[in-house]
């Protein structure tokens, strides 16, 4: 257990005043080792949350109630574009500025339904004092620009900027990042249940921005939202790590001064009780060619209680759970069961930020006339859940996995500080307690107090929120062919008609603005501008590595890694399986045998018992493949991983779970293997619009080396069109795929193949450890171990994918050397230096493209060039061919060389929490990295100069361009015409 000693001493009581500040509360909470103080600005009313830990990773979020009364995007028009500058430090791009000058691990701002929140995070003090001053002073006194507007909300231009006989058109930043997710049946159907539940709030509107009616904001409303809203009075600051209260106080007040107290009417209303369910229907882009049977997602989902009725809200978040949370959920099983769709739709689950909650639920792959009987068979098994109850085992799983996941350190994408941000505005926007969501062991010992004072609490929760809830709806999102050509067509209409009502001085108006916009863009900063803001020094830069305890040791003859790491009493067991010598033919099986290993019953217990005991013993399973090539590139590892993790006290029977998976699995059960194959056939496939620059990276790259190659038969489109093809014979193939899956299972899961990899501390280390010693037992082995096959990667071809999609993704990869070489230094220089700097500048704010950037992986000997969200492809094309006359015309300047070599470190120096620094330790002793040569990368980085980085990209990039390989993902149409320009073609096909 842990205990107070592990959070900090208290520094502040209830009542003080300090700085300007008055402490409202004090509150330990010790599961997750924090000391949480809430205080109040007294001279403007601005609200602080402090949770103060050991965690060395500070965070400062400043957030603000923004509720918008229509759909024109101006609460994220103006997320944008406030970053961009302010008096003080006038630059044009300050957030760019941030983002490759400081050692920050995360810096972004987000636009939720009803606020807008503005966090930055550092492992270095003066760093995090430095991003946290600029940041307050850019969200608090923008400049918020004309040009800033127009570039990053919407401005006319022609399609070819200097003709003004050409047609008109919109572009700006948002107004592309919203055409993208408008593409997006998910995106689509959670704004379709968002607006019909909360017809007469906020809510009822996209604070994001519906692209038709982004361009209907102006400047002077723009600007007008920001008065109203971003003032201290309307402010939640919420801060987060090791920082002592006192020193943020101090920082705030200077921060704060000046500000006075106004009256800011931002309350968010609530929704009054709707009589009956609404029905409702929608559309979404489906590719010209495409069948549209079962391709519809009807989704069910109810208005629920407000987040601050805490009690509630935590009953409800357990309910919700048990009905769709795992595979043994009432709900969830008679949805699937019932095969009246392929597998739940994706907008599935509680969801909290709404000042009243939603629960929604539904099945995908499905036709609209099935709607009825999908609303009417969610209605019979919630009436049946309220008349029998839930199994005991079930809830007690689900009380686990909260629990669980309540006391695990996570530091994925974004910092742990963020997750516990998240949990605290749920209630705090709504002028609720910040802490309950936090506090996970009070609401277990209530939640369990309320289920033994009534056993029937669940079933009755299931009664008033959800069977007897009039106020839902029931919505149909079905597939068009001519979704995308249909808004085109009013949209090219309606510029038509705009230009011809304009005087050709207006039009010139239009050109003028446009062209002067654009030099604005391309103007660097006056060197005044660019110093105002606080720079870190090379020299302040720490030349150490993070070293991750590792002992290397042996159990029954397996190897295993060791590391002796802080966890909050959880356990990491990772099982790697070597399978580098696996027939090419039969790569592509390997993620489908991960899913079915982790998914279907095991040890004579069906799917449904395995996922309970899962739930109530593990803290949960997964299944991972990873490949990469040694640091000198000679050789290549593929390996399957399975990853689980327990507390402390469930350990052995969490390695028992795989023990009988493993060795006992059950392939059997045609149905249910039909099942998941569609679940992961549809959620690879929704993945790929929001993905599409990943997925148009693997395209190209699987020519160019064979990690490359395995990532795309496991996770690319080849991937995609395997399970498609397996989904669409059904049950008809599945004799021969279970043969093959049979047959892989006993070649892979085996005791020759396997090394282990250990994370805990050393409690933990030691009951691993013997759990492991009972399972590497019962694993079969002593076989010779096959020689890796000689695999002939496919032949470089330039594709172009067609995909329903309003941009495109357009993706050039570059053969690159490995760790060992020593280019790779310069290369993951230039990586940061091209990102930030010109494919920025000329993808991003010239071309209006969502993202613009560079990525070295010297583990798969890849150097990637890739654009996100794109209205061009030919033009993004020659961006990238010109890098390296642009290099050799402009010169790398001392200053844009320390940003890109401080983001370089930055990026080696990403915080990790602790099973990824166990997880990363493992694949570094494949790759053959170990401190010595990462000690020397990060020295060579320390040190590069501009005439060696020069050098090194002019003998990289002219060749390796050359050979590179390109893959474009985006509409037909799109494609079609950008074949009319290229020189070499691409070749066009469908996407399945
Ligand atoms: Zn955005």
Same mark, same amino acid.
């Given at each position: 257990m842990s205990s107070e000693d592990n959070c900090p001493i208290p520094t502040l009581s209830a009542g003080d005043k300090l700085h300007g500040f008055q402490v409202l509360r004090v509150e330990t909470i010790e599961d997750i080792r924090v000391r949480a103080y809430e205080m109040e600005h007294e001279a403007t009313g601005a609200k602080v949350l402090h949770l103060h830990c050991d965690d060395r990773e500070n965070l400062y979020a400043i957030g603000f109630r923004t509720p918008p009364d229509d759909s024109t995007g101006v609460p994220h028009i103006l997320e944008h574009s406030v970053l961009a500058g302010s008096e003080k430090f006038p630059l044009k791009d300050a957030f760019n500025e941030l983002h490759k000058g400081t050692m920050q691990?995360?810096?972004? !701002?987000?636009t939720y339904p009803?606020?807008?929140?503005?966090?930055v995070a550092s492992q270095t003090r003066t760093d995090f004092f430095n991003l946290a001053r600029v940041y307050t002073d850019l969200v608090l006194k923008p400049r918020l620009l004309r040009e800033s507007f127009y570039q990053e909300g919407h401005h006319l231009e022609f399609t070819d900027p200097e003709d003004e006989s050409s047609d008109l058109t919109i572009s700006g930043i948002v107004y592309n990042e919203m055409k993208g997710a408008y593409s997006s049946p998910d995106t689509l159907m959670f704004k379709a249940i968002q607006e019909s539940l909360f017809p007469d709030t906020a809510y009822a509107h996209d604070s994001g921005g519906d692209p038709e009616a982004i361009p209907t904001l102006t400047y002077e409303q723009f600007k007008a939202f920001h008065r109203t809203?971003?003032?201290?009075?309307? !402010?939640?600051?919420?801060l987060y790590g090791d920082i002592p209260t006192a020193d943020h106080l101090r920082f705030l007040a200077e921060m704060l001064a000046g500000f006075e107290r106004t009256k800011v009417e931002s309350s968010i209303s609530s929704q009054r009780m709707l009589p009956g369910p609404t029905y409702i229907r929608?559309?979404?882009?489906?590719?010209?060619? @495409?069948?549209?049977d079962r391709k519809t997602t009807v989704n069910c989902a109810w208005m629920l209680a407000e987040n601050t009725d805490v009690e509630t809200a935590l009953l409800l978040k357990i309910t919700c759970a048990m009905l769709v949370g795992s595979s043994a959920g009432p709900l969830r099983k008679a949805l699937i069961d019932s095969h009246l769709g392929e597998d739940l739709s994706p907008v599935t689950g509680l969801e909290q930020d709404f000042k009243q909650m939603l629960f929604a639920v539904g099945l995908r792959g499905t036709d609209p006339d099935k709607a009825p009987m999908i609303e009417q068979l969610i209605f019979e098994t919630l009436q049946k859940t309220y008349e029998t109850g839930f199994? +005991? @085992?079930?809830? @007690?799983?689900?009380i686990h996995q909260v629990e669980f996941h309540g006391k695990e350190i996570v530091r994925t994408a974004v910092p742990y500080g963020i997750v516990l941000m998240g949990a605290a505005y749920h209630t705090w926007l709504y002028d609720g307690d910040p802490l309950c969501g936090l506090n996970f062991p009070r609401a277990i010992y209530q939640v369990r107090k309320k289920w033994e004072e009534n056993p029937a609490v669940f079933q009755e929760t299931v009664k008033k929120w959800l069977s007897d809830n009039r106020h839902r709806v029931l919505s149909i999102l079905e597939p068009s062919s001519t979704h995308i050509e249909e808004r085109e067509k009013i949209f090219k209409q309606k510029m038509a008609e705009l230009k011809a009502a304009l005087t050709p001085e207006e039009l010139r108006k239009i050109k003028d603005e446009a062209i002067s916009l654009r030099r604005f863009q391309s103007e660097p900063d006056a060197p005044e501008a660019a110093a105002t803001l606080p720079r870190l020094k090379i020299s302040e830069l720490s030349r150490e590595i993070d070293k991750i305890p590792t002992e290397k040791t042996s159990l029954n003859n397996i190897d295993v890694l060791k590391h002796d790491i802080f966890t909050n009493g959880i356990a990491y067991l990772d099982m790697a399986f070597d399978i580098s010598d696996v027939p090419d033919a039969l790569q592509a099986c390997i993620p489908l045998l991960g899913k079915l290993t982790l998914g279907m019953g095991a040890a004579s217990l069906d799917y449904e018992a395995m996922a309970k005991r899962i739930a109530l013993r593990a803290g949960g399973i997964s299944c991972h493949l990873a490949a990469g090539a040694t640091v000198d590139g000679s050789r290549t590892w593929q390996k399957m991983i399975f990853r689980a993790k327990s507390l402390y006290r469930n350990v052995e029977e969490t390695v028992k779970i795989l023990e009988d998976i493993l060795t006992a699995g059950d392939l059997s059960h045609r149905e249910r293997m039909c099942d998941l194959i569609a679940e992961r056939k549809n959620s690879l496939h929704t993945s790929v619009i929001p993905s599409g620059h990943l997925f148009a990276m693997r395209s190209a790259a699987a020519a160019l080396s064979l990690p490359a190659y395995r990532d795309e038969q496991w996770h690319g489109i080849t991937q995609l069109r395997f399970i498609h093809h397996l989904a669409g014979e059904g049950a008809a193939g599945n004799n021969d795929l279970q043969e093959k899956l049979r047959s892989l299972r006993n070649m892979i899961f085996r005791k @020759? +193949?396997? !090394?282990?990899?250990?994370?805990?501390d050393s409690k933990g280390l030691s009951l691993l450890s013997v759990a492991a010693a009972t399972l590497i037992e019962k694993l079969s082995g002593n076989r010779e171990h096959g020689n890796p096959h000689e695999t002939s990667l496919p032949s470089p071809a330039h594709a172009g994918i067609a995909i329903p999609a309003q941009v495109s993704y357009v993706a050039e990869i570059l053969k690159a050397p490995g760790y060992a070489d020593l280019l790779a230094p310069s290369l993951l220089v230039a990586a940061k230096l091209l990102s930030n700097g010109y494919l920025y500048k000329h993808i991003r704010v010239q071309?209006?493209?969502y993202g613009g950037m560079c990525q070295y992986d010297p583990l798969s000997g890849l150097f990637a060039?890739?654009?996100y969200r794109d209205p061009h492809i030919v033009e993004t094309l020659k961006v990238y061919s010109e890098t390296p006359a642009f290099l050799a015309k402009e010169k790398v300047k001392r200053e844009e060389l320390e940003k890109a070599i401080i983001g370089a470190i930055g990026a080696l120096d990403k915080p990790m929490d602790p099973q990824t620094r166990g997880y990363s330790a493992m694949i570094r002793d494949f790759t053959g990295l170990d401190d010595k040569m990462r000690l020397n990368l990060r020295g060579r980085i320390l040190d590069m100069e501009e005439r060696k980085l020069m050098e090194d990209l002019s003998h990289f990039l002219v060749p390796a361009l050359g050979s590179s390989v390109i893959a474009v993902f985006g509409e037909e149409s799109r494609l079609s015409a950008a074949n009319e320009v290229l020189k070499t073609k691409l070749n066009l096909e469908p996407l399945v």
């Open positions: 691990t995360f810096i972004n !701002a987000f009803d606020k807008t929140i503005y966090p809203f971003y003032s201290p009075g309307n !402010a939640r600051i919420f929608g559309t979404y882009p489906l590719a010209k060619g @495409e069948k549209y199994d +005991r @085992e079930l809830i @007690e799983g689900t @020759e +193949r396997l !090394a282990l990899n250990m994370t805990a071309g209006g493209a060039f890739l654009s």
